[in-house]
């Protein structure tokens, strides 16, 4: 049966020593943010994903969701750990204390989330999901919505979900069929269908608030091929008046469950919205003028807060997954014994050594070890400056754009890299790794959704390169190379710092050096971005890992204990083994896309 020991000690660094919180009461969240605070939440959220959440993963895998009769059934045991995590605040930790919850910083949540994602995605997700829906209804919903809907979601009484794939339509909303009629009363009736709806239905809540994305059709009751129209509407599973009370069924119903690869204790539905009646959510558009064209909705604002927030959820389910992965290829490397070791046998007087002692076996584990911390310290990077950007600090405009420029570098590099620490997981098993008793194969199953939805990682990459650069006249970008270089020109001159600032500065300048080429050859010829973008995605990743570890060298170096001797260990191999790979990607984008564009 696989194992999982929650990061707490390494979240404990990350938030005391790395972000050094206790010195940033000047925050919104942070001011009774207190050292033993922070501790017990960590060890408590520990103790539930390790001994509630873990044990029925697997479990939930073999046995998967039920639809039977119209109705929904999550597999044995998650009922009862749905209710643990709920009762515990867990769903509502960062939630504003004016809705039932406690109000911690984002990057407690964040914390929470990623030890419960690798203690179980497939139900971690319910929750998850209901966080990003709340967080929509207090930036979009009306009042009456906040004081009697948000409530019972931070609770975990109702669950929320996001519905905006459809059959013909993913990325390109622009193709959307589902259509919304509004009604004399200010209501409007929704008709349309949607696929791949995470948590679409399931047992374990009351009610379901659906986040919906659908058309308003014009005049002539037509709806168009662009996005202005698309809106934003709250669709509750079960009516709900103005004054909270819950009514009949809505005309929503499930069409079956997803037969998936993985995350098979997730209720992935497709659900038919028949004249379903529901609540639009921000500003009325305008009607469209002869001849005018918009390229986005006033709704679409809020559809987009959501998708952001979520988005950051599955890079840290990225990280997760890696997390869970590595440490079941930990433990086999130092059960299974398999050969001796190439410098003559380590325990003589066995058959053979540990597995462990292999220079390929440590490859495969370091690399994911280095992955796993390196991208939670980023995670935590960014959740702190999201919480700076909603301050009235002087720094709050520049967190705001560093934390906007990570949100797809977080979804996709480090989902593509979860996914790589599951394969090299599964490969430690070797042939017992594709044996379902071992269960390391279903994290490998489990972790490659995440590279697809929320916007499938190559979207990710034109987000990155085709928006996020050049927003502003580029002052996203500017603030980062302005951040790292400062950072540099502080720090080169130490020598114990310098096999850690050499490697860093190297990856700095290759990730420069592409964000020219682009900015010179990108807008000449679109193709040329659309052809690196990927690339470049991972190199800007690899690059902010290679700070995120040298910072953390920068605290380690000196410190006797195994925890920052073996934070040593992981920094080097970052520099060493990752950081080559960013002029390989520089050399990679500045070949363009003509040989691509050629392929027919």
Wanted: charge should be negative.
């Amino acid at each position: 049966m696989p194992i999982y020991r929650a990061p707490v000690e390494d979240y404990r660094f990350l938030i005391h020593e790395f972000l050094e919180a206790e010195k940033h009461r000047d925050l919104p969240q942070f001011e009774d943010l207190a050292p033993d605070l922070i501790d017990d939440i960590l060890a408590n959220a520990g103790k539930l994903c390790e001994e509630v959440l873990q044990p029925i993963n697997q479990s939930g895998d073999e046995e998967g969701c039920h639809f039977e009769n119209g109705v929904v059934r999550t597999p044995k045991g998650f009922k009862e750990a749905y209710r643990a995590y709920s009762e515990g605040g867990w769903g509502g930790l960062s939630a504003p204390a004016e809705y039932g919850g406690s109000d911690m910083p984002t990057v407690m949540s964040m914390a929470v989330g990623e030890m419960a994602m690798a203690a179980n995605q497939s139900l971690a997700m319910y929750p998850g999901l209901t966080s990003a829906a709340y967080g929509a209804l207090i930036a979009t919903g009306a009042d009456w919505m906040k004081q009697h809907l948000v409530p019972r979601m931070v609770s975990g009484e109702w669950a929320g979900t996001m519905c905006l794939t459809e059959s013909g339509c993913g990325t390109d909303l622009r193709l959307m069929k589902t259509k919304a009629v509004e009604q004399p009363d200010g209501t409007y009736r929704i008709t349309g269908t949607k696929i791949f709806i995470s948590g679409g239905d399931q047992d374990l809540t009351d009610n379901i608030i659906h986040m919906v994305i659908a058309k308003i059709p014009d005049a002539d009751g037509k709806i168009h091929d662009d996005l202005s129209t698309v809106n934003f509407f709250m669709v509750p599973k079960f009516l709900v008046t103005e004054d909270g009370t819950m009514g009949a069924r809505n005309g929503v119903s499930v069409g079956g469950i997803e037969h998936k690869m993985g995350i098979k204790g997730q209720a992935t539905c497709v659900l038919n919205f028949d004249n379903a009646i529901a609540w639009r959510l921000g500003p009325k558009p305008e009607p469209l003028k002869p001849g005018e064209k918009r390229s986005a909705s006033a709704g679409m604002a809020g559809m987009f807060g959501m998708m952001n927030a979520a988005r950051l959820g599955v890079g840290v389910q990225g990280i997760a997954i890696g997390d869970v992965a590595y440490q079941n290829g930990y433990a086999y490397a130092h059960e299974r014994r398999v050969g001796h070791a190439l410098t003559g046998p380590v325990e003589p007087d066995q058959p053979a050594d540990l597995e462990i002692v292999h220079p390929d076996v440590k490859r495969m584990l370091l690399h994911s070890r280095a992955f796993v911390e390196g991208a939670r310290a980023l995670a935590c990077w960014t959740a702190f400056n999201m919480s700076v950007s909603h301050s009235k600090r002087g720094d709050a405009p520049i967190a705001g754009l560093l934390a906007d420029l990570m949100t797809p570098v977080l979804k996709a590099f480090c989902t593509d890299m979860g996914f790589e620490a599951a394969n090299l997981a599964m490969q430690c098993y070797g042939g017992h790794g594709y044996i379902r008793d071992n269960g390391v194969e279903q994290f490998v199953r489990d972790g490659r959704i995440n590279q697809t939805y929320e916007g499938a990682n190559g979207v990710q990459a034109m987000d990155l390169v085709g928006r996020k650069l050049g927003r502003k006249g580029g002052a996203a970008p500017l603030a980062l190379f302005g951040a790292l270089t400062g950072w540099l020109a502080e720090n080169e001159k130490d020598e114990a710092l310098a096999p850690y600032t050499k490697g860093l500065k190297r990856g700095v300048e290759n990730l420069q050096a592409a964000t020219m080429w682009l900015a010179q050859n990108g807008l000449k010829n679109p193709n040329d971005a659309g052809a690196g973008a990927s690339d470049y995605l991972r190199l800007m990743g690899i690059v902010m890992l290679a700070w995120m570890w040298a910072r953390i060298a920068k605290l380690s170096i000196g410190k006797d204990t195994r925890f920052h001797k073996e934070k040593l260990i992981s920094a080097r191999y970052w520099m060493e083994r990752m950081v080559p790979e960013c002029a390989l990607l520089l050399e990679r984008i500045q070949a363009g896309s003509t040989n691509l564009m050629e392929f027919a």
